[in-house]
């Protein structure tokens, strides 16, 4: 019987060994991969991403990824997106330029230097998650175990705006604006937020929803 | 540790400061932590002369470069060393929101 297996996407411009690193410290097996194959054929996938959007919209359109990750959303397979991960499943960014992604959750990406109360980008360091309570009751809920008093590792620029407000988990505030650091919709779970860089609690966020 | 440079950086830059060099004990910690306009803080001598003063044992640092001076266990006597945890706890009870000792 083939193991339990999760696809961690290379598109060139992430903290691959992170996430495979943290995957391992839990005994989950995973696979570094660009293979549209072995990313539909495997049982989960993270789609990491650390730099900017237009380059990241750039690199999976040259690897013909943008279907893939759409395909495998489909299959209904446990899909998490992490940091610029989160933002690409949105409409778009005004990161340097207006630029489209996957477009899979209806809404934008914006940057915290245009608002008022931000005085400090990128947002940088540990903070804590107001968790919206949801359905603890699914197989795979990421917050098990994980409370509102417990420390997420950030370092962005931007924030995304989902415009179905059911599909944000959690919100987190920075220098006085409360922007979503996750959502979530049916297999798909995306944080705004490091996991894999979160210590005990980030890994049992990845193990709750990769079990 | 320089507050008033640093809060002066930190007013005339967007991005985030960290001031690193000189806490000599934590309510050095708890005035920068009140202050707000540092993202954050590097503490290294409060800890290291904490680590060699409560660390008896020299085993498995055998080939570390001066274990004279590890052996020594001296302290610095302008710096009030403390552990990390120690330190978090302290802030903690301070009303300082800060990730909990793992």
Known sequence: ?211 | MNSSLLEEVANNVSIPVVGHGGVGSKEDVLDLARSKFLSGIAIASLFHYDFIHSNRSLEGYEAEGNTEFLKSYKKLSNIKAIGVNELKKFLSEEAIELRKAV
């Open chain 1, 1 to 211: 019987m083939k193991k339990y297996s999760v696809a961690i996407i290379d598109y060139q411009m992430s903290n691959l060994f992170s996430i495979s690193n943290a995957l391992n410290a839990l005994d989950i097996n995973s696979v570094i991969t660009s293979d549209p194959k072995v990313i539909l054929q495997s049982d989960g996938a993270i789609l990491p991403g650390v730099g900017s959007y237009p380059q990241a919209v750039n690199s999976l359109h040259d690897l013909d990824l943008f279907e893939t990750i759409r395909n495998f959303i489909n299959s209904g397979k446990p899909f998490m997106g992490i940091c610029l991960g989160l933002q690409l499943l949105f409409n778009n960014s005004e990161e340097f330029k207006l630029t489209e992604g996957l477009g899979v959750i209806e809404g934008a990406t914006k940057k915290f230097i245009d608002k008022p109360s931000v005085k400090t980008v990128p947002h940088v360091g540990w903070n804590k998650i107001e968790i919206i309570e949801s359905d603890h009751n699914i197989q795979n809920y990421p917050f098990r175990d994980i409370t509102s008093d417990d420390f997420f590792y950030f370092v962005h620029s931007l924030y995304v705006e989902p415009t179905n407000l059911d599909y944000v988990k959690s919100y987190t505030n920075h220098e006085g604006f409360n922007f979503c650091s996750s959502i979530m919709h049916e297999n798909i779970f995306a944080s705004q937020f490091h996991p894999e860089k979160s210590g005990k609690r980030g890994l049992q966020m990845l193990q709750n929803f990769f079990n």
